[in-house]
C-alpha cells in the first residue's frame, strides 16, 4: 500500500537552528498532513496542507507540497528542546473516491539540543 | 474534557492469550481507527470503521479483531493468533471521511508478549 516516506530518518540539531524534513509518497493525493510524536505518546496533528496549495504556514512551521514530485517538506524555524519528537507525514490518497484512511510515513526523529 | 482514552497503558499477554484493548472517544466522531506502531516505525492500519456496526481491515489486520456497538467505543481484540503482537497500538478517531480532517489519538497502549 501506498506510504510515504520520511527522509532525513534522524536530525540532530542544536537551540535556534531550523530543522528540515522531507516526505516522499507513491500516488496522487488530496491532502498531506503532519503529525509530531514525543516519546510513547500519541500523535498531534500539526498541520494540513491540500492538493492545490504549495505552501502554508503555522506559527514556527512552514509545509511546502510539490505535487510534480510528489514530496512534501517540514521546516520549523528557530527549533527549541521542546520540539524533540518523531514528525510524520500522512496522506490521504484518491482511491477511486473511496478515501477514508491515511497512510503514515516512518518518520524523522529530531533531536534538539539545548 | 473531550478526547480519546486507551486502556490499559501497559499490558503483558501469555502466549496463547487473547487480550482486549479499550478504546473510547466522546468528541462524536463517527470514524475511529487502530494503528499499530513498532519501536522505530511508522504507524500501520489494522482496521478501521466509518459508522457504527461497520468496520474495514486496514493493511495488517490478521490476527486482530474489532467490534463497534457504540459510536463512542471500538475495542480491538489481539487474538492468539497475532504471531508477533509486541508493539504499541494506537486508536484513534475523526469526522466521518478524514480527507481534510484531522485525525486525533489516544495516548497509546504498549502490549509486551511475556
Known amino acids: 500500500s501506498q506510504q510515504g516516506e520520511e527522509d532525513p530518518q534522524a536530525l540532530s540539531i542544536q537551540e535556534g537552528e531550523n530543522a528540515t524534513m522531507n516526505c516522499s509518497y507513491k500516488?496522487?493525493?488530496?491532502?498531506l498532513q503532519w503529525y509530531r510524536q514525543n516519546s510513547g505518546r500519541g500523535l498531534v496533528h500539526l498541520i494540513l496542507?491540500?492538493?492545490?496549495?504549495r505552501e502554508k504556514h503555522s506559527g514556527r512551521l512552514r509545509v511546502t507540497l510539490d505535487t510534480s514530485k510528489k514530496s512534501s517538506s517540514l521546516l520549523i524555524t528557530a527549533s527549541r528542546a521542546a520540539d524533540t519528537a518523531s514528525y510524520f507525514c500522512?496522506?490521504?490518497?484518491?482511491?477511486?473516491?473511496?478515501?477514508?484512511?491515511?497512510?503514515f510515513g516512518t518518520g524523522t526523529l529530531l533531536a534538539v539540543q539545548p | 474534557d473531550g478526547g480519546i482514552t486507551q486502556s490499559p497503558k501497559y499490558l503483558f499477554r501469555k502466549e496463547g492469550q487473547n487480550v482486549t484493548l479499550s478504546c473510547e472517544q466522546n468528541?462524536?466522531?463517527?470514524?475511529m481507527y487502530w494503528y499499530r506502531q513498532d519501536p522505530g516505525q511508522g504507524l500501520r492500519l489494522i482496521y478501521y470503521?466509518?459508522?457504527?456496526?461497520?468496520?474495514q481491515k486496514g493493511d495488517i489486520a490478521e490476527g486482530y479483531s474489532v467490534s463497534r456497538e457504540k459510536k463512542e467505543s471500538f475495542p480491538l481484540t489481539v487474538t492468539s493468533a497475532q504471531k508477533n503482537p509486541t508493539a504499541f497500538y494506537l486508536c484513534?478517531?475523526?469526522?466521518?471521511?478524514?480527507?481534510?480532517?484531522?485525525?486525533?489519538f489516544g495516548e497509546g497502549s504498549w502490549l509486551t508478549v511475556v
Open positions: 496542507i491540500r492538493s492545490n496549495e
Open positions: 468528541l462524536n466522531h463517527d470514524a
Open positions: 500516488t496522487s493525493i488530496n491532502n
Open positions: 500522512a496522506t490521504d490518497a484518491i482511491d477511486g473516491g473511496a478515501t477514508n484512511k491515511l497512510i
Open positions: 470503521s466509518q459508522i457504527v456496526n461497520d468496520f
Open positions: 484513534a478517531s475523526s469526522e466521518r471521511r478524514p480527507s481534510g480532517n484531522t485525525i486525533y
